[in-house]
């Protein structure tokens, strides 16, 4: 099983980024996707996540309205839409699948909200 997060980096108070995952190594299709973050000093907490193989999805409440998980199964990519970016969503986010019954973790990607 293999995660490669990318698209992190520096953004500007109400800016916009688009994380990655492309994931290999298992079935794609039939695994719950999720991402999570961890600022500084803080534990990892869940952003959004695919809580069904049909795509019902859970956001948690700092970014409902603001962010947006999708996922492309020809692609084995999930993705993560951040709009309106603030300085407190500044953390490594982190790609997960939940697959063969046990979680795997990409590498982690960091975003970072400051002017």
């Known amino acids: 099983v293999q995660l490669v997060e990318s698209g992190g980096g520096l953004v500007q108070p109400g800016g916009s980024l688009r994380l990655s995952c492309a994931a290999s190594g298992f079935t ?9 973050r961890q600022a500084q ?12 193989a049909g795509g019902r999805i859970n956001y948690a409440d700092s970014v409902k309205g603001r962010f947006t998980i999708s996922r492309d199964i020809a692609k084995n990519t999930v ?7 603030k300085p407190e969503d500044t953390a ?8 063969r019954g046990r979680n795997y973790w990409g590498q982690g990607t960091q975003v970072t909200v400051s002017s």
């Not at 000093?41 to 069904?52: M, P, W």
């Not at 490594?92 to 697959?99: E, G, K, L, R």
């Open 28 to 36: 794609f299709s039939s695994s719950l996707m999720s991402w999570y």
């Open 41 to 52: 000093g803080k534990e990892r907490e869940l952003v959004a996540g695919f809580i069904s």
């Open 79 to 85: 993705y993560l839409q951040m709009n309106s970016l």
């Open 92 to 99: 490594v986010y982190y790609c997960n699948a939940w697959t």
